[in-house]
């Protein structure tokens, strides 16, 4: 268990390097365990939990991490310094919670609030979260540190001036803010730029500083027009501030959930850099929530460790670095340990940790991002531009939602344009047979240098969902769950791109066994479409020698091959018909490739059986069978971890694909 009370200098040569050396930057880190006290009064589970801060600071110490910090235990916050940005009554009302003899009438006061719970703890935890935020603050203003992060609960975004909700009591990061602006003018920090990451709206920080030009607050946060906690018109981006505050209030309200890197560092890119460079901050104080991460129970958002650490990153090029970065929401103990993580490294400056962010935006974050630009450019002269086409066209459709019978009608608007798209697709019932082994002078290696140079979009909708069992077509190499390994591609290139898609075609299992799962159908998709059925791929942009690679490969083929198994006249006759056989390959299960439609002009292809072996299957020629166990829950991984469904219903997508009579 972590000691609180320590303290450690940073003991890695700092400033003493030789010339040109960089120094090591001092970064403070606050946590005490007495923030835990706070709790639910009869010990129900909560998603706002003592152990959340708890594995922060496991996970900081158990990587070397912490060891390298400045270490502080918290300290109470003044109540004069709270009431900067709360009114007395609700200091004090915080204050007395906790003196309050008995449960019932803590639990009576909570019940009025607004997603609130008290106990005998909440009182000291809420004056400790504050007076550690205050603490990091004041000492990176005065230079003692470069930077910090506070590792507090409860969190503080959505306490307003009289209020406690959300899960928050007293508003940290605004205390702290007010503190500095009214409290410490000899420090000399004149503008504060507050960065709300947190999955929620920072209603709270917004109303305290909503006609202040001093402070920038800036959040991103799905909204949801308004239906997302906490719901209202407070996230819109017309909410822009008032009086001398106005502009300096910036809203990006979601309009969806499933928001991950691309669309965050979209909106860093095209909205707060450019203003934070206009702004010019003299530091950041930035509500950490990592609840749009991946996995987390609130949030439903899927930004990774990476992103947290390049949107960090970013935000450390104004205000000589000077950050002060606390814990708001978060509620995967496992996203937000690995978030914390990589974004204390980002504060020591270490490398860059690995990652990369492969698929686009969504088309609604496009139009947000524009809306707010729009909106704010009257203030901020480098909104003004319009965004290219070309930027805003790389883009993910937004995801068509089947399991859960949704009655969203924007989702079904954009299924039914999908089908629309997809029946003007002439696909054809007689299989056009596409290549047969011709031009006996084309030398083995020509081909691949003609199809490196094409990009294509593989749709997988088996096991190749899951990325890693993908690339062992690409690198070589077996993953977990596969009985053999595979040569991988002459081409070991990673793909160039990832996106989901859903298509109008039949999922369905069938023949025996296969060599690299055992017992049990594979997957096949439907050459035909059919508005009823829905599967599910995952998208890989590699080129067309890769695509021949995985061809052979998925064939039980040789890729020394002299040959392509779908070259460029292929291609070309694919794209027209919708769909085109593989001679060469029609001893293989998936021979057949199809044509799903284009996306930037790139064909989105896909590989699965040919029309008249669906008809074997549908007459018993060739058995249907669920898929082995290794098998669906490698395509069941590869659902979940592409974000696209919970765990349970890939497995209820894949059940039902495996179930129902073709
Ligand atoms: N239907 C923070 O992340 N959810 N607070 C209530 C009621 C409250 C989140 C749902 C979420 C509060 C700091
Ligand atoms: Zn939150």
Redesign the pocket.
């Given at each position: 268990m972590a000691m609180s009370g320590e303290s450690s200098g940073c003991n890695c040569g700092d400033s003493v390097g030789k010339l040109g050396e960089k120094r090591q930057r001092k970064v403070g880190l606050v946590y005490d365990e007495k923030m835990c006290k706070h709790d639910t009064p009869d010990g129900e589970d909560h998603?706002?939990c003592p152990d959340r801060i708890r594995i922060i600071w496991d996970t900081l110490q158990l990587a070397g991490v912490s060891q390298r910090c400045v270490v502080l235990s918290g300290s109470k916050a003044e109540d004069t310094h709270l009431q900067l940005v709360h009114t007395k009554d609700h200091v004090n009302l915080v204050k007395s919670i906790s003196t309050k003899k008995k449960d019932y009438r803590r639990n009576k006061i909570a019940s009025q609030l607004?997603?609130i719970y008290l106990n005998g703890g909440s009182s000291e935890a809420a004056y400790l979260a504050a007076g550690s935020v205050v603490e990091v603050t004041e000492k990176v203003a005065e230079g003692e540190l470069d930077c910090g992060f506070a590792i507090v609960r409860?969190?503080?975004?959505?306490a307003e001036a009289d209020e406690a909700?959300?899960?928050?009591l007293f508003n940290n990061v605004a205390v702290a803010a007010s503190y500095l602006l009214n409290e410490r003018a000899d420090l000399g920090v004149k503008k504060i730029l507050i960065v709300d990451w947190?999955?929620?709206h920072g209603n709270g920080t917004q109303k305290m500083f909503w006609k202040d030009p001093r402070v920038l607050f800036f959040s991103v946060h799905r909204h949801e027009h308004g239906s997302f906690?906490?719901a209202g018109d407070d996230g819109d981006y017309n909410m822009v501030g008032e009086g001398p505050g106005e502009g300096f209030n910036i809203n990006v309200p979601w309009e969806q959930g499933r928001c991950g890197d691309p669309d965050y560092l979209a909106a860093w890119d095209h909205i707060l850099i450019p203003v934070a460079k206009e702004f010019n901050p003299d530091i950041i104080l930035l509500s950490a929530?990592f609840?749009a991460a991946i996995n987390d129970p609130?949030?439903g958002c899927r930004v990774t460790p990476y992103g947290y650490s390049v949107m960090l990153k970013k935000l450390m090029e104004f205000a000589q670095g000077k950050i002060v970065m606390a814990l708001?929401?978060?509620?995967n103990l496992d996203s937000i340990a690995k978030s914390s993580l990589a974004c204390v490294k980002v504060l020591l400056e270490d490398e860059p940790i690995q990652g990369s962010s492969e698929a686009y935006p969504f088309e609604s974050t496009w139009r947000v991002i524009q809306a707010v630009r729009k909106r704010l450019c009257a203030y901020w002269p480098s909104l003004a531009d319009e965004l290219s086409w070309k930027l805003i066209d790389q883009k993910t459709p937004t995801p068509v939602i089947i399991i859960s019978s949704s009655s969203d009608s924007e989702t079904e608007d954009y299924a039914n344009g999908i089908l629309d798209q997809m029946s003007k697709l002439n696909i054809e019932n007689d299989e056009g047979t596409l290549v047969e082994n011709h031009q006996v002078d084309t030398a083995s290696t020509s081909w691949r240098a003609d199809l490196t140079k094409v990009d294509v979009w593989y749709a997988t909708f088996g096991s190749n969902m899951w990325k890693p069992r993908f690339l062992c077509y690409i690198q070589g190499g077996q993953a977990e769950g596969m009985k053999r390994a595979y040569v991988g591609s002459k081409d070991t290139s990673p793909p160039k791109g990832i996106m989901w898609e859903t298509y109008p075609h039949r999922l369905f299992f069938g023949r025996e066994s296969t060599a690299t799962w055992g017992l049990g159908g594979a997957a096949f998709t439907s050459p035909l479409t059919n508005s009823n059925e829905q599967t599910h791929m995952c998208l890989y942009k590699i080129t067309l020698e890769q695509f021949n690679d995985v061809l052979f490969q998925e064939n039980g083929m040789n890729v020394d091959a002299d040959f392509p198994l779908f070259d460029l006249a292929a291609l070309q006759l694919v794209e027209n018909k919708g769909s085109g056989s593989l001679k060469a390959a029609s001893d293989g299960w998936y021979d057949n490739v199809v044509c799903l439609g284009k996306e930037l002009n790139i064909p989105i292809l896909t590989m699965t059986c040919t029309l008249s072996t669906v008809e074997k299957f549908k007459s018993g020629e060739i058995p249907v069978r669920p898929p082995a166990k290794a098998y669906a829950d490698t395509l069941v991984r590869g659902l979940v971890e592409g974000g696209r469904f919970s765990k349970e219903e890939a497995e209820a997508y894949i059940d039902s694909a495996a179930s129902k009579p073709l």
């Amino acid at each position: 268990m972590a000691m609180s009370g320590e303290s450690s200098g940073c003991n890695c040569g700092d400033s003493v390097g030789k010339l040109g050396e960089k120094r090591q930057r001092k970064v403070g880190l606050v946590y005490d365990e007495k923030m835990c006290k706070h709790d639910t009064p009869d010990g129900e589970d909560h998603p706002e939990c003592p152990d959340r801060i708890r594995i922060i600071w496991d996970t900081l110490q158990l990587a070397g991490v912490s060891q390298r910090c400045v270490v502080l235990s918290g300290s109470k916050a003044e109540d004069t310094h709270l009431q900067l940005v709360h009114t007395k009554d609700h200091v004090n009302l915080v204050k007395s919670i906790s003196t309050k003899k008995k449960d019932y009438r803590r639990n009576k006061i909570a019940s009025q609030l607004n997603s609130i719970y008290l106990n005998g703890g909440s009182s000291e935890a809420a004056y400790l979260a504050a007076g550690s935020v205050v603490e990091v603050t004041e000492k990176v203003a005065e230079g003692e540190l470069d930077c910090g992060f506070a590792i507090v609960r409860p969190p503080g975004h959505h306490a307003e001036a009289d209020e406690a909700m959300g899960f928050c009591l007293f508003n940290n990061v605004a205390v702290a803010a007010s503190y500095l602006l009214n409290e410490r003018a000899d420090l000399g920090v004149k503008k504060i730029l507050i960065v709300d990451w947190d999955v929620h709206h920072g209603n709270g920080t917004q109303k305290m500083f909503w006609k202040d030009p001093r402070v920038l607050f800036f959040s991103v946060h799905r909204h949801e027009h308004g239906s997302f906690y906490p719901a209202g018109d407070d996230g819109d981006y017309n909410m822009v501030g008032e009086g001398p505050g106005e502009g300096f209030n910036i809203n990006v309200p979601w309009e969806q959930g499933r928001c991950g890197d691309p669309d965050y560092l979209a909106a860093w890119d095209h909205i707060l850099i450019p203003v934070a460079k206009e702004f010019n901050p003299d530091i950041i104080l930035l509500s950490a929530g990592f609840d749009a991460a991946i996995n987390d129970p609130l949030g439903g958002c899927r930004v990774t460790p990476y992103g947290y650490s390049v949107m960090l990153k970013k935000l450390m090029e104004f205000a000589q670095g000077k950050i002060v970065m606390a814990l708001e929401g978060g509620y995967n103990l496992d996203s937000i340990a690995k978030s914390s993580l990589a974004c204390v490294k980002v504060l020591l400056e270490d490398e860059p940790i690995q990652g990369s962010s492969e698929a686009y935006p969504f088309e609604s974050t496009w139009r947000v991002i524009q809306a707010v630009r729009k909106r704010l450019c009257a203030y901020w002269p480098s909104l003004a531009d319009e965004l290219s086409w070309k930027l805003i066209d790389q883009k993910t459709p937004t995801p068509v939602i089947i399991i859960s019978s949704s009655s969203d009608s924007e989702t079904e608007d954009y299924a039914n344009g999908i089908l629309d798209q997809m029946s003007k697709l002439n696909i054809e019932n007689d299989e056009g047979t596409l290549v047969e082994n011709h031009q006996v002078d084309t030398a083995s290696t020509s081909w691949r240098a003609d199809l490196t140079k094409v990009d294509v979009w593989y749709a997988t909708f088996g096991s190749n969902m899951w990325k890693p069992r993908f690339l062992c077509y690409i690198q070589g190499g077996q993953a977990e769950g596969m009985k053999r390994a595979y040569v991988g591609s002459k081409d070991t290139s990673p793909p160039k791109g990832i996106m989901w898609e859903t298509y109008p075609h039949r999922l369905f299992f069938g023949r025996e066994s296969t060599a690299t799962w055992g017992l049990g159908g594979a997957a096949f998709t439907s050459p035909l479409t059919n508005s009823n059925e829905q599967t599910h791929m995952c998208l890989y942009k590699i080129t067309l020698e890769q695509f021949n690679d995985v061809l052979f490969q998925e064939n039980g083929m040789n890729v020394d091959a002299d040959f392509p198994l779908f070259d460029l006249a292929a291609l070309q006759l694919v794209e027209n018909k919708g769909s085109g056989s593989l001679k060469a390959a029609s001893d293989g299960w998936y021979d057949n490739v199809v044509c799903l439609g284009k996306e930037l002009n790139i064909p989105i292809l896909t590989m699965t059986c040919t029309l008249s072996t669906v008809e074997k299957f549908k007459s018993g020629e060739i058995p249907v069978r669920p898929p082995a166990k290794a098998y669906a829950d490698t395509l069941v991984r590869g659902l979940v971890e592409g974000g696209r469904f919970s765990k349970e219903e890939a497995e209820a997508y894949i059940d039902s694909a495996a179930s129902k009579p073709l």
